[in-house]
């Protein structure tokens, strides 16, 4: 198996690890991280229903325009934000947070911070 691989198969095992633990309810959805080198994105998610509520990220018209680069801190602190003034305004105030395959720091934990300070509960 070549190293690309294998880093890829890691990733995703990952992933279903922190997946097997969070699920996302009507009283209290998942708040899902996307992160890729240029972009960072999240949304809400009730898994018993199989919907997104809320969604955002640094290519959306909110945002897109405001950041030459979507892949740092700044941006990440951004996408927190208005992720929590959606969810708020959707009558969303408790979430389950699910960080998908990265470790919680750097970009995902600004975005989280960020969540929290707009009003959002993990």
Avoid: C, W
């Amino acid at each position: 198996m070549n190293r690309d691989r294998k880093k890829q198969l890691q990733r995703v095992r990952r992933h279903h690890r922190v997946r097997n633990h969070v699920r996302g309810t009507g009283d209290r959805p998942r708040l899902a991280v996307s992160r890729s080198i240029k972009h960072i994105g999240a949304q809400i998610i009730n898994d018993d229903e199989g919907r997104t509520l809320v969604a955002i990220s640094t290519l959306s018209k909110d945002l897109a325009a405001t950041f030459k680069n979507g892949g740092n801190i700044k941006a990440a602190v951004a996408v927190g934000t208005k992720i929590a003034e959606k969810a708020l305004a959707a009558g969303i105030k408790q979430v389950a947070f699910d960080r998908g395959f990265g470790r919680y720091h750097g970009r995902i934990k600004a975005l989280a911070d960020a969540a929290r300070k707009g009003g959002l509960k993990f």
